[in-house]
């Protein structure tokens, strides 16, 4: 065959317009993205009590294989108290991390309320919380969400 066959086949095998190149990032396997969402802003008066949001999103296009965390960690005179079952406070109470099981869908969540309670006689003030997210066992994240750790404000009022 002279170089117009090879050219005619060259052309069948990859079609009209293709190319003979390696497979790109785009034929990749779909992974999971795991995005952390809470409260920016939590207001609680001296004494009282109040919750703390989080929302954890796989905006990917696979389910996430590992468990996933949702945790929060306060500042001194606020504590977590009255977790949801699947929570689980820290020493001191200044710090909670709350566990999901594997295999959180495409455009779903994972959602927990942390029930907060401010120090009677804390003065009123500006402080800020930490709200953290991603995939880990225990009270360790070993791979953050996108977002993670996400400051809030905690507003205490006289």
């Known amino acids: 065959m002279g170089g117009r ?6 052309a069948v095998a990859l079609g009209v317009g293709g190319a003979l190149v390696p497979a790109t990032a785009a034929s990749a ?4 993205k795991l995005v952390l969402a809470a409260s920016p802003l939590v207001a609680v008066r001296t004494g009282g009590r109040s919750v703390v949001h989080e929302e954890l999103w796989n905006l990917g296009k696979a389910p996430e294989s590992a468990p996933v965390l949702l945790g929060v960690h306060l500042p001194p005179g606020v504590f977590v108290t009255n977790l949801p079952a699947e ?3 820290l020493p001191f109470g200044h710090t ?12 779903h969540a994972d959602r927990v309320d942390i029930p907060i309670a401010v120090a009677h006689g804390l003065p009123p003030a500006l402080l800020s919380g930490q709200a953290v997210g991603g995939t880990g066992t225990g009270s360790t994240v070993t791979k ?15």
């Open 5 to 10: 066959g090879w050219r005619a086949v060259l």
């Open 29 to 32: 396997a779909p992974k999971p």
């Open 87 to 89: 929570c689980t406070p």
């Open 96 to 107: 909670a991390f709350c566990h999901f099981p594997a295999g959180l869908r495409p455009g």
């Open 144 to 158: 953050d969400a996108w977002g993670s750790p996400d400051k809030f404000l905690l507003a205490v009022l006289p």
